[in-house]
């Protein structure tokens, strides 16, 4: 039978990961206005993530405070466990901690520099994933939706190539879970183009910016909401039977 098509996750948890600032908090917000208990994970954002659960909390959305390292295979056992335990059980894992580490090109990229990217873009949703599992899967119709990079498709700009690499085995594992967890569990991702973010702040220039607006055939770089709503999509039964999509948000940077 067909799930009925709508976005409404009433009944449902989601664990997001990272989710105190950006992309992670617009899809917090973005879930829980349609219904979702919303797990929030966060490593150093202490206050913009209480900020971020006073905001839910208002709205009256069900939400509890996840601190966990990902990269810490203990702490992010406990952070599943934890939400398992109080919200009852787990529908929806978005994949979302990462970053750019720094930025390098290959022949100046330091071991420490390789390793980290991999372990912050990869090794984390490795670890969330393998502890969701069993919760997910019990469902009958859990989902997961991983944060890719426009990366994957060029390589990486302006010295992110490591960055690129660890958004590269994420896209593999995305195409890995789609074929192991089906028919229990479905597994898409997003890969969005440049999003005006502290990701940004951090490293990318003014002219950087305006040069990915440039590039842009839509005339502006990507909203943190924009990219929410199509986690919300991926999220709900609406997509239904897309399984192993990767969903280009990017206002057309890149062509096929
Ligand atoms: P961001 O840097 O604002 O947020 C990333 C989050 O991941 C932060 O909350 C950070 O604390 C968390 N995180 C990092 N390491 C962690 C760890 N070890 N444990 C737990 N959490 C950890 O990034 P954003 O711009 O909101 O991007 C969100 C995701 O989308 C990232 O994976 C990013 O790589 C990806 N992305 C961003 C852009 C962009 O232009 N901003 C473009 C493509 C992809």
């Not at 009256?60 to 952070?79: F, H, M, Q, S, V």
């Amino acid at each position: 039978m067909v799930p009925e098509q709508t976005l409404n996750l009433s009944g449902k948890v989601a664990l997001i990961t990272g989710s105190a600032v950006g992309i992670g908090r617009a899809s917090a917000l973005a879930l829980g206005k349609q219904g979702a208990f919303v797990g929030i994970n966060y490593h150093s954002s202490k206050d913009a993530a209480q900020s971020l659960y006073k905001e839910l909390a208002t709205q009256k959305i069900k939400c509890l405070l996840l601190p966990a390292d990902l990269t810490n295979e203990a702490e992010t056992k406990g952070a599943v466990e934890k939400l398992v335990k109080e919200a009852g059980r787990l529908d929806i894992l978005v994949n979302n901690s990462g970053g750019l580490v720094k930025r390098a090109k290959i022949e100046e990229c330091s071991l420490e520099t390789w390793s980290r990217s991999l372990e912050l873009n990869a090794t984390t949703a490795f670890l969330v994933t393998k502890h969701a599992i069993p919760h997910l899967r019990a469902t009958g119709s859990g989902r997961i939706i991983n944060l890719l990079s426009l990366s994957v498709q060029t390589g990486g700009a302006n010295g992110a190539g490591a960055y690129a690499a660890g958004k590269g085995a994420l896209m593999v594992f995305t195409h890995t879970l789609a074929k192991e967890l089906a028919p229990h569990v479905r597994t898409n991702s997003i890969m969005p183009g440049t999003v005006e973010t502290q990701h940004h702040e951090i490293h990318s220039t003014p002219e950087m910016l305006e040069n990915y607006r440039k590039q842009t055939p839509l005339g502006r770089n990507t909203m943190a909401e924009e990219v929410a709503s199509a986690v919300l999509f991926l999220a709900s039964d609406m997509s239904s039977h897309i399984n192993g999509a990767l969903i280009d948000i990017s206002g057309g940077r890149f062509l096929r």
